[in-house]
Structure formats: C-alpha cells, structure tokens
C-alpha cells in the first residue's frame, strides 16, 4: 500500500476508533467506511475494515451487519485482487456489487497511489 494511501487508511480507523469510544456509532461507522473505500485493493487491510464494521455492527446489535460483514470479510480475501466495485462503502445495507461515487477527497489519495 502507497504512504499516503496507507497514512490516509490508518488516519480513518484511528478516527473510526475514536468515535466509537465517544459512543458516535454512526461517525465510527462513517470512518470505516471511508476506510473501505481506501482498502479495497489490498485483500487484508480490506477484510480487516470488515472485521471492524462486524465487530462495530455486533455492538449495535444489528444482525444484518454482521451477517453481511462476516460473508464480506470471506469475500475481501478472496477477490480483492481480482475485482471490487469502486467507491463501494461494504455496508451491509448497500449491494456489495454497486460501484459507487468516491468523495473527492479519498479519489485524490487513490488517483495519486496509482501513479506510482
């Protein structure tokens, strides 16, 4: 993973993590999945997003999320190098086949770690 791209990553979990033990589930949740969208790529830093989002959908205990994040987390591992659809946020309430539009912000990270 590029510096930037991996800093840009590192920077969402920890803002992930920190939202979540301030009790803010919905920015932690946000957090992640912007987190998602810079891991895509990179089957274990993706799979590891899902482990999060199931362990932060365990929390709230919304079996939908887990369910949808655990069958994510198998799938991440499997096809991260072959195909994902870009932008996809990976929650369980979204088709984790839609491409989705990047914030300009995380395409800026990912246009420049594809250029190197």
Not at 17 to 22: F, H, I, L
Not at 38 to 46: D, E, G, V
Not at 54 to 71: K, S, Y
């Amino acid at each position: 993973m590029h510096s930037e791209l991996k800093a840009s990553y590192l920077a969402e979990l920890e803002a992930a993590r920190m939202a979540e033990g301030a009790g803010d589930l919905e920015t932690a949740f946000s957090h992640l999945e912007r987190a998602h969208i810079l891991s895509q790529k990179y089957a274990l830093a993706h799979a590891a997003t899902h482990l999060r989002m199931l362990r932060l959908g365990w929390r709230t205990r919304d079996v939908r999320e887990v369910l949808g994040q655990f069958i994510r987390t198998i799938a991440a591992l499997i096809f991260s190098r072959i195909w994902v659809p870009v932008g996809n946020t990976g929650r369980a309430n979204v088709s984790a086949f839609a491409p989705m539009p990047v914030p300009e912000d995380l395409a800026e990270v990912l246009s420049k770690a594809c250029d190197q």
